[in-house]
Every structure is written in structure tokens, then in C-alpha cells.
């Protein structure tokens, strides 16, 4: 199972938008509406920031956000702000019982 | 709050072994899924294994079936990784996590595995 496709790095300015990429094939992200997205910050443990594609858990703020179109998937954070700098990485259901994640995407906030 | 605490981790030999523990303490231990998520330095998370709540269905990666064994033991809300025929490649910190509908909404903070001589 080849890892999905994220951009290494992305960078913004406080207060602006970023989107990250996540693009997979039809046999993970096309066919399932199980895409997710963790934010991580070195040494500690990730933390779910976006699953089912859309939806937000509890208590993550609503400047991220999430969306599919065909087998790329995309996270949106708004209204940049110091604390989101970490490294970011979608993860997708591949069938048969296996998951695939991105190679992870760093985000600087200049 | 839900906590998971990896333990077992540390330095061994290429073809040794090594066992990882995940203790979950905090939660409904047996209800879930578990799985373990590796990685390496300098490189992204990659998917190793999965065991469903009663332990009765076990799914691998490639790259360590055949040498991973993922377990657990309901009763003392633990999750197991047991590592044999360890390669240069299984370098990694990993991670335990809980999965709920497909995604991971717990994890550990990760245990430290270096295979080398």
C-alpha cells in the first residue's frame, strides 16, 4: 500500500489560510469517507484534527477545517495562528482492514 | 481524559526481539479497537497493525508480518506488540492508538525502538 501524496511543507503568515493536500487513489481516499487528519508536534503524542473527511472533534478549534473532491482530500486552517506549527498528516481506510497515511506535511508560521 | 502509556521501548541487536505495552487505564478498554503506528526518524507515521476489541481479528502491514505479533489482555486494559527477527528498518518510535468509525482518537506519546549493533 504506497503512502498518500502531501506536500512536505507549507507555510503563512499569522492570520492567513493554508490548505494542505492529501491525494490517494480510488482504492483508499476515492471509495471511503474515512479520511482524517492528525496534527503532531514532536515528541508528543498526535492528535485528531478532522475525520470523516469534514467533521471536527470536540474541542478542536473551528479554523480547521475539511474536504474531499475525488481522491484528494484537503485541510484548511484559517486565521494562522503560532500554535499551529507542527507537521500534519491525513490518514485514509484502504479496504481489507488496512489504513495508509501521508508522508506528513510541515507547517511553518512565519 | 483518555490516556495511553507506551512502555518497552530501548535499544536491541538486529534479530532480537523486543515487547511493547500500551496501558490504557482511563477508558472502556475492551470495547475498542486497537492498533499500533510507527515512525521512523526523520520520516512520516506508518500504519503497523490492528486488533479488534476481543482480540479474535488481527491485521499487519507487510513489512512486519510474519515478525510482529499484536495482542492484548482485556483484563488488565493492556495493549501488547511483540517484536521478533528486528531489523535496522523497524527503527521507530511507536505508537499505540485507539480507533473509533476509522479514525485514531487517542494516542500514545510513543515508545522509542532502536535496532542496532
Known amino acids: 500500500q504506497s503512502a498518500l501524496t502531501q506536500p512536505a511543507s507549507v507555510s503563512g503568515s499569522p492570520g492567513q489560510s493554508i490548505t494542505i493536500s492529501c491525494t490517494g487513489t480510488?482504492?483508499?481516499?476515492?471509495?471511503?469517507?474515512?479520511v482524517s487528519w492528525y496534527q503532531h508536534h514532536p515528541g508528543k503524542a498526535p492528535k485528531l484534527m478532522i475525520y470523516?473527511?469534514?467533521k471536527r472533534p470536540s474541542g478542536v478549534s473551528n479554523r480547521f477545517s475539511g474536504s474531499k473532491s475525488g481522491n484528494t482530500a484537503s485541510l484548511t486552517i484559517s486565521g494562522l495562528q503560532a500554535e499551529d506549527e507542527a507537521d500534519y498528516y491525513c490518514?485514509?481506510?484502504?479496504?481489507?482492514?488496512?489504513?495508509?497515511f501521508g508522508g506528513g506535511t510541515k507547517l511553518t508560521v512565519l | 481524559e483518555v490516556q495511553l502509556v507506551e512502555s518497552g521501548g530501548g535499544l536491541v541487536q538486529p534479530g532480537g526481539s523486543l515487547r511493547l505495552s500500551c496501558a490504557a487505564p482511563?477508558?472502556?478498554?475492551?470495547?475498542?479497537?486497537m492498533h499500533w503506528v510507527r515512525q521512523a526518524p526523520g520520516k512520516g507515521l506508518v500504519w503497523v497493525s490492528r486488533?479488534?476489541?476481543?482480540?479474535?481479528?488481527?491485521y499487519y502491514a507487510d513489512s512486519v508480518k510474519g515478525r510482529f505479533t499484536i495482542s492484548r489482555d482485556n483484563a488488565k486494559n493492556t495493549l501488547y506488540l511483540q517484536m521478533n527477527s528486528l531489523r535496522a528498518e523497524d527503527t521507530a518510535v511507536y505508537y499505540c492508538?485507539?480507533?473509533?468509525?476509522?479514525?485514531?482518537?487517542?494516542w500514545g506519546q510513543g515508545a522509542l525502538v532502536t535496532v542496532s549493533s
Open positions: 492508538a485507539r480507533m473509533v468509525n476509522h479514525h485514531f482518537d487517542y
Open positions: 470523516e473527511g469534514t
Open positions: 480510488s482504492s483508499d481516499v476515492g471509495s471511503y469517507n474515512f
Open positions: 490518514c485514509s481506510f484502504a479496504g481489507s482492514i488496512t489504513w495508509v
Open positions: 486488533i479488534n476489541s476481543d482480540g479474535y481479528s488481527i
Open positions: 482511563e477508558f472502556t478498554f475492551s470495547s475498542y479497537w
